[in-house]
Nanobody, 124 residues
Framework: QVQLVESGGGLVQAGGSLRLSCAAS????????MGWFRQAPGKEREFVSG????????YYTNFVKGRFTTSRDNAKATVYLEMNSLKPEDTAVYYC?????????????????WGQGTQVTVSS
């Protein structure tokens, strides 16, 4: 089992920045990749970003490219999502997820383990 705890959400004005953290514990040695997803009210949960656990590969969906950056600190078993130039449409609950499966980074089904989510609200 892998446990995930997110932190760093909050309220920010449009154009501002936030940094989300996701600390992993448990069987972290089994993690192959980590992902960030988000879910706005009334919408499906969607892929935002992903990062390999033991390589430097990062992945972003088009609507965050150039604004969001994913990184990790293996010593702390923590991944980060640095969000800049935030827009009101970025408002959502953000979830981190851990994959122990060799599957598509962008697919929800690739992630057996999920954090509890952290609210990000961007005001206009």
């Amino acid at each position: 089992q892998v446990q995930l705890v997110e932190s760093g959400g909050g309220l920010v004005q449009a154009g501002g920045s936030l940094r989300l953290s996701c600390a992993a514990s448990g069987r972290t040695f089994s993690i192959l990749s980590m992902g960030w997803f988000r879910q706005a009210p009334g919408k499906e949960r969607e892929f935002v970003s992903g990062i390999g656990w033991s390589d430097t590969n990062t992945y972003y969906t088009n609507f965050v490219k150039g604004r969001f950056t994913t990184s990790r600190d293996n010593a702390k078993a923590t991944v980060y999502l640095e969000m800049n130039s935030l827009k009101p449409e970025d408002t959502a609950v953000y979830y981190c997820a851990a994959s122990t499966l060799d599957r598509s980074v962008g697919s929800r089904g690739s992630y057996p383990y999920w954090g509890q989510g952290t609210q990000v609200t961007v005001s206009s």
